[in-house]
């Protein structure tokens, strides 16, 4: 009779961490991941062209602006596409319909011609990126960041100008 009354416990104690972890996980863990990703248009007479990124802020309709820190990360952006975008971060971001991206470049170098040549960025410190992306529960978001570097490098000012208006999603 003991021996019964304990598995009866047992089994009721199991079956409520059950129930509770697919409660949490259903009603209270909300959120899906997001990776962003970077690209480029290739420019003539350029080899490298290095980006470094710090942080990140993104605009959701629900929640509006959200800071994120990136581990900086340098990333020549010069030939990569859709097939070979570099990661720049992986974010927990709540469920919901996303509006623009503000990412943060802290430098800016080309190499042309074998030489390396710091730029200067015009304006802010970042890139904005306006376009919706959404979020769903349980679930990773991948967003491509489509740079153009034709339009963004003056290469007689030696200024960046990043006038990124597009993103590109996967999955």
């Given amino acids: 009779m003991k021996k019964s009354k304990l598995i009866t416990i047992i089994v009721v104690v ?7 972890s697919f409660a949490y ?3 209270f863990d909300q959120g899906g991941n997001v990776s ?8 003539s007479g350029v080899s ?13 309709t629900k929640t509006g602006w959200s800071n994120y820190t990136l581990a900086s990360k340098t990333v020549n952006i010069l030939h990569l596409t859709t097939s070979n975008a570099s990661l720049l971060g992986s974010i927990k971001l709540t469920a919901q ?11 800016v170098s080309i190499v042309m011609s074998g030489v390396s040549q710091n730029m200067t960025m015009s304006g802010g410190h970042w890139a904005d990126i306006i376009g919706t992306f ?3 529960a349980h679930s990773t978001t991948t ?5 153009n570097l034709n339009q963004e490098l003056n290469m007689v000012s030696m200024t960046f100008t990043p006038v990124v208006g597009t993103t590109m999603m996967v999955g």
């Fill in 134 to 136: 959404n979020v769903s």
């Fill in 97 to 107: 319909r996303y509006t623009q991206i503000r990412l943060y470049v802290q430098n």
């Fill in 143 to 147: 967003v491509i960041i489509a740079f």
């Fill in 14 to 20: 199991v079956a409520l961490i059950g129930l509770g």
């Fill in 25 to 27: 996980y259903e009603f």
């Fill in 36 to 43: 962003l990703k970077v690209m480029d248009a290739p420019i």
């Fill in 48 to 60: 490298a062209v290095y980006l470094t990124f710090s942080h990140v802020a993104i605009h959701g």
